[in-house]
């Protein structure tokens, strides 16, 4: 009976162990599932914006869309004009919103009814290490400054020069972080909560244009050819030669020269200096000794002599050299020359090359009453 006893509970251990066993494992399957589960973080790339974005939210910000859309206009009009002609030392580093009024590059830019300063607005490129910096000044009824640079950078496309681009800045708000630490509810697991840092405003120009009827232009007629130098300019077109002059007769001539024909020296005193000399001596006692005379000790007196000095001042004396001119006859050969000549004409801009303008309204009705339609391209900051 014992025995009967005792082997009903070695059943009943070995299925108590196998059940912990078996829990054991399950648990051990659960946490190693779980873990599994979780995937890592992917970090996500760099994301790149606009140098020129934080500045043209503060202009649109402080004055409006209207001068914020000029802005657009005069900065992309003048990237495109430039990012062709920049590494060429002839390009004109400074343009004025009345230089691309002239050349009919953009049409007369307006700010709630007050026109655009064209000789104000401007343009300054200036070269950094590598890259260009262009800074705008736009004088409209309100007056905006926007700086951006040009360069070749790895992610230009369609172009090997295009603007520059910057990390964004995380937006790190304080007040968007609740302090609070809240325990966890150990029955269920409730997802994290992404901060509610706010996006930066992102601008999308849509491109209009106008296409007048008349010509882009016409050039004058060439001016005469004339030694007197001419400098070009946006609308004046410059022409140059040289011209090779051999004459046969009458080309020499004789001339009177001046040249050194020796040097003169001479001695003058430069400053004087104190020196000091012995004219003698004179006796100077120096202490006593004792000597007997006539049966007495007496004090003797001891002399040296000692020397007698007086100054003077003494000259100091320099030499400089001087030249003498004499005069000569020479000839003078004036066979050959080289002469340069200058021919200018002017170029005169009628309407008829496209007007561009960039505008934050997909369906502006200012622009499209004056005639201009949309080309469906856009723009983006």
């Known amino acids: 009976m014992y025995k009967e006893r005792k082997d009903k509970l070695s059943v009943w251990s070995y299925v108590t162990y196998g059940v912990i066993i078996f829990i054991i494992l399950l648990i051990i399957i659960l946490v190693i599932s779980k873990i599994a589960s979780k995937k890592k973080p992917v970090k996500k790339p760099k994301e790149m914006v606009l140098y020129s974005l934080e500045q043209f939210s503060d202009i649109e910000q402080n004055y409006g869309k209207s001068l914020a859309s000029n802005m657009a206009t005069f900065k992309y009009t003048a990237i ?27 049409e007369e830019l307006v700010e709630e009814d ?5 000789e104000k607005s401007k343009v300054e490129v200036t070269k950094k290490s590598g890259e260009y910096r262009l800074d705008f000044t736009l004088v409209c009824k309100n007056t905006a400054n926007l700086t951006t640079y040009l360069g070749k950078y790895k992610y230009c496309k369609g172009s090997d020069i295009c603007e520059k681009k910057i990390e964004k800045k995380e937006n ?8 609070t630490t809240v325990e966890p509810n150990p029955t269920t697991v ?55 002059i051999t004459k046969t007769e009458g080309c020499t001539e004789t001339r009177e020269e001046t040249y050194i024909a020796s040097y ?7 400053g004087y200096e104190t020196k000091k000399y012995k004219v003698g001596t004179r006796p100077e006692q120096t202490g006593t000794r004792q000597v007997t005379r006539g049966g007495k000790v007496v004090n003797e007196p001891i002399y040296k002599d000692v020397p007698i000095y007086q100054t003077k001042e003494t000259p100091i ?30 170029f005169k801009y009628n309407k008829g090359i496209n007007y561009i303008r960039y505008s934050t309204n997909e369906n502006d009705t200012y622009l499209l009453n004056r ?11």
């Open 317 to 346: 004396y320099g030499t400089k050299t001087t030249p003498v001119y004499a005069t000569r006859q020479v000839t003078v050969d004036n066979c050959t020359s080289v002469n340069k000549f200058y021919r200018s004409r002017t």
């Open 172 to 179: 790190n708000n304080p007040s968007t972080v609740n302090p």
């Open 190 to 244: 409730e997802p994290p909560v992404e901060p509610t840092n706010p996006e930066p405003v992102s601008y999308k120009f849509y491109e209009y244009t106008l296409t007048p009827s008349d010509k882009v232009g016409t050039y004058s007629a060439w001016s005469d050819w004339s030694s007197n130098e001419i400098q070009s300019s946006l609308n004046l077109e410059v022409d140059t030669k040289e011209e090779t």
């Open 114 to 118: 007050t026109k655009c300063d064209g």
């Open 371 to 381: 005639g201009y339609v949309k080309t469906g391209n856009t723009k983006e900051f």
């Open 264 to 270: 003169n020296t001479e001695t003058y005193i430069v």
């Open 80 to 106: 495109d004009y430039y990012k062709d002609k920049l590494g060429n030392e002839k390009v004109d580093t400074i343009l004025t919103l009345q230089d691309f009024y002239d050349k009919h590059f953009i």
